[in-house]
């Protein structure tokens, strides 16, 4: 049955689909299929998606796992050194330099307490 065209019946459709289909197990040429459709997605869309995502707040618990998740990783030289290249010669905001100042303000008050 082909999809409505309808945008409200259609997001309808597409989520009692992806329901029914969550957590089953895929066949591996279901996932070779899946992962050559992610491969070939253009840059156009790609953006969009993460636009449509930009804004929408995290649980706790999911920002909990993300963060146990990236635990004990280690970056390579190579990686490091991109990443240093990439912020050399960039400049933080004035609020950003204000908020950074009170939090080393706010830390040397806290050491000195112990």
């Known amino acids: 049955m082909p999809a409505p065209k309808d945008p409200i019946k259609r997001a309808e459709w597409i989520k009692k689909f992806s329901d029914k289909l969550r957590g089953k197990p895929k066949s591996e040429e279901h996932r070779r ?3 050559e459709a992610h491969k070939n997605m253009s840059t156009e869309t790609r953006r969009k998606i993460s636009e449509a995502h930009l804004g ?3 649980s706790e618990e999911h920002r909990r796992r993300v963060s ?7 970056l390579s030289e190579e990686h490091r050194r991109k990443i240093s290249e990439t912020q050399t010669g ?11 100042s009170e939090s080393q303000k706010q830390r ?3 050491e000195k307490k112990k």
């Open 108 to 110: 040397q008050i806290n």
């Open 56 to 58: 929408i707040p995290l």
């Open 90 to 100: 960039k400049r933080h905001a004035e609020e950003s330099r204000r908020k950074m």
């Open 68 to 74: 146990e998740g990236q635990l004990g990783k280690t």
């Open 33 to 35: 299929k899946m992962s």
